[in-house]
């Protein structure tokens, strides 16, 4: 650590603060050393009565020289150099790590609020995240606590993770950090501390939950299935586009296309599959769901290639301005229950929310036990 002539002078001043107090402290352990040996003496009670008179003035010291030095880093020359706005067990943190923590933030909350409302904006945006600092801290201590730690090889991986869940790079990265008044150091911190919760959660929570299968079942039912009103269709749709002006696009070759994927359909393949693979429209990312249409929402040549289908038939071609369509009928009955997604499909992401939730609700409760532990004292009005 680096230190200027400031810091150098400040650590002076308060070793010899803490020298002055070690004397008397020093002096009363010798005075209770000799007191165990001699309690038989004529000079016990006066020493006893002494030793606690000793006792009361160097604790008042002790604890009126901690809160100076708590509450004000103060220089050689009695400058104030930083505040203390919060202690959490051993620990505390700073006015200035508060503001590098808040400044962009609520430089963007300047722009967007005036009078009453802006003050009362930037004290609720402060306490916020001054209540982040803390839990942060207290994760942090806890951590430590374990000997749980963080590489920069892990902070990169997950970076990259980052990068490709949301199929984007460092500069856009960086442009969204901007946008919401972030750096990208605060970012990689923010990174560090979830890598550090992830493995505190794999230490006392994650081997813990267990999902039942009568629970998936149960929000597989009310969340993927509905049931048909009169006149209500699930529908599921193919369809493969053409351009006039190309050749590779053309109208012709749209139409060996869909020939091609109707066979494949009919022929008993997946039709969900099939609309991922092959189908152009935006329907594609959703295996053909263009959901649960009344009669009155399906474009009549649609209803006309439906009409007359049983339930899993497959129409014929139709063709609807630049594109050839096919269509497969899941439901029309009245009453009918369907399910939007096979159960199969949806089993492992359906898990998956659920352990989600149950972690999350874990976490909170393990990290309420960790707060009620832990000494926390916030010294600013907020």
């Given at each position: 650590m680096i230190c200027n002539n400031q810091t150098k002078q400040?650590?002076?001043?308060?070793?010899?603060?803490?020298?002055f107090i070690g004397k008397p402290l020093l002096l009363s352990l010798v005075i209770s050393r000799y007191i165990k040996t001699h309690k038989k003496t004529w000079a016990y009670q006066k020493y006893n009565r002494h030793r606690q008179h000793l006792h009361m003035k160097t604790s008042h010291l002790l604890w009126a020289t901690l809160f100076l030095f708590t509450v004000l880093s103060v220089s050689a020359k009695g400058e104030i150099l930083d505040a203390t706005v919060?202690?959490?067990?051993?620990?505390?943190?700073?006015?200035?790590?508060?503001?590098?923590?808040t400044h962009n933030i609520l430089e963007n909350i300047k722009l967007q609020h005036s009078g009453q409302e802006l003050d009362k904006a930037l004290r609720a945006a402060e306490k916020d995240i001054l209540n982040k600092l803390i839990t942060k801290k207290i994760i942090e201590q806890e951590a430590k606590r374990r000997g749980l730690s963080v590489s920069d090889q892990e902070i990169q991986l997950a970076l990259q993770r980052?990068?490709?869940?949301?199929?984007?790079?460092?500069?856009?990265?960086?442009?969204?950090?901007?946008?919401?008044?972030?750096?990208?150091?605060?970012?990689l911190t923010d990174l560090h501390h979830q890598i550090l919760i992830s493995k505190l959660v794999s230490s006392d929570i994650r081997s813990k939950i267990v999902i039942p299968e009568e629970q998936i079942k149960q929000y597989y039912e009310t969340n993927y299935t509905q049931t048909l009103a009169k006149d209500e269709y699930f529908i599921l749709q193919i369809g493969c586009t053409w351009q006039p002006d190309?050749?590779?696009?053309?109208?012709?070759?749209?139409?060996?296309?869909?020939?091609?994927?109707?066979?494949?359909?009919?022929s008993g393949k997946d039709?969900?599959?099939?609309?991922?693979?092959?189908?152009?429209?935006?329907?594609?990312?959703?295996?053909?769901?263009?959901?649960?249409?009344?009669?009155?929402?399906?474009?009549?040549?649609?209803?006309?290639?439906?009409?007359?289908?049983k339930p899993q038939d497959i129409s014929s071609i139709i063709e609807t301005s630049n594109t050839y369509q096919v269509l497969k009928l899941i439901a029309s009955s009245k009453n009918q229950t369907v399910s939007i997604i096979p159960y199969e499909t949806a089993h492992a992401q359906i898990h998956e929310i659920l352990f989600k939730q149950k972690i999350d609700s874990a976490f909170e409760q393990w990290f309420q036990d960790l707060q009620k532990k832990s000494f926390i004292k916030i010294l600013i009005d907020n």
């Open positions: 400040k650590l002076i001043h308060i070793g010899s603060i803490l020298l919060a202690i959490i067990n051993d620990e505390i943190i700073t006015r200035s790590e508060l503001n590098q923590s980052h990068l490709q869940q949301n199929k984007t790079n460092e500069q856009q990265l960086r442009k969204e950090l901007k946008q919401a008044g972030l750096t990208e150091e605060q970012y190309s050749p590779e696009k053309s109208k012709k070759v749209a139409l060996q296309r869909i020939e091609q994927i109707r066979m494949l359909a009919v039709f969900a599959k099939l609309a991922k693979k092959y189908s152009d429209l935006p329907s594609a990312k959703d295996g053909g769901n263009i959901g649960i249409l009344k009669r009155s929402e399906i474009a009549p040549i649609m209803y006309e290639a439906i009409s007359q289908l």
